[in-house]
């Protein structure tokens, strides 16, 4: 009976989860969008992209995670420059990688987009853009302020953990 009852709560939950990701989200006008560049779709240069946006979602997002305006997180970021900076460098000596990069916090072009199933219009956004090398590689973003990237990988972790505790119990 309590297994019974226990899969029909997951089952809830899951539903609950599902109906929150296949919501749009809109990124507000007032936002800061956060972009990495890598020089090619090398494998190394993947790599190393792949390498800053671990840095940058365990080290930027826990400064900004709770910031309460844009200005705050403005301030944030603009005071945490030179740790980023520092932290990419790293990055590219313990990978023996010899590119040039720029960090740069303020208007930067984005291409036209699509997230969440909405497309934004190409421009001008307020954002922190790190390029590396030429720069000509696939690029990973997301929303830094308000903070969308925390919320979709959370969402995501919350999703692999219920699924571990369904096949733990489905057996």
């Not at 899969?7 to 749009?24: E, G, R, W």
């Not at 930027?60 to 420059?81: F, G, M, P, V």
């Not at 590396?132 to 990237?149: Q, T, Y």
Request: glycine share 2%; with cysteine; charged share 25%.
């Amino acid at each position: 009976m309590k297994r019974k009852v226990f899969l029909i709560l997951i089952l809830f939950v899951i539903i609950y989860v599902y109906k929150i990701n296949s919501q749009s989200v809109i990124i507000p006008d007032s936002s800061i969008r956060l972009r990495v560049i890598p020089n090619s779709n090398d494998s190394k240069d993947i790599f190393i992209k792949e390498q800053v946006k671990k840095y940058l979602e365990k080290d930027i997002y826990t400064l900004t995670k709770d910031t309460q305006n844009i200005e705050e997180a403005r301030s944030i970021i603009t005071d945490n420059i030179p740790l980023v900076e520092s932290n990419i460098k790293n990055i590219f000596n313990e990978n023996t990688y010899q590119q040039p990069f720029d960090v740069n916090f303020g208007y930067n072009y984005f291409p036209e987009k699509t997230y969440k199933g909405i497309k934004y219009k190409e421009g001008y956004y307020e954002s922190l853009v790190i390029s590396i090398g030429n720069a000509e590689g696939d690029n990973w973003w997301c929303v830094l302020f308000p903070n969308f990237c925390l919320i979709d990988k959370s969402k995501t972790e919350y999703k692999s953990y219920i699924k571990e505790i369904i096949q733990k119990y489905s057996k």
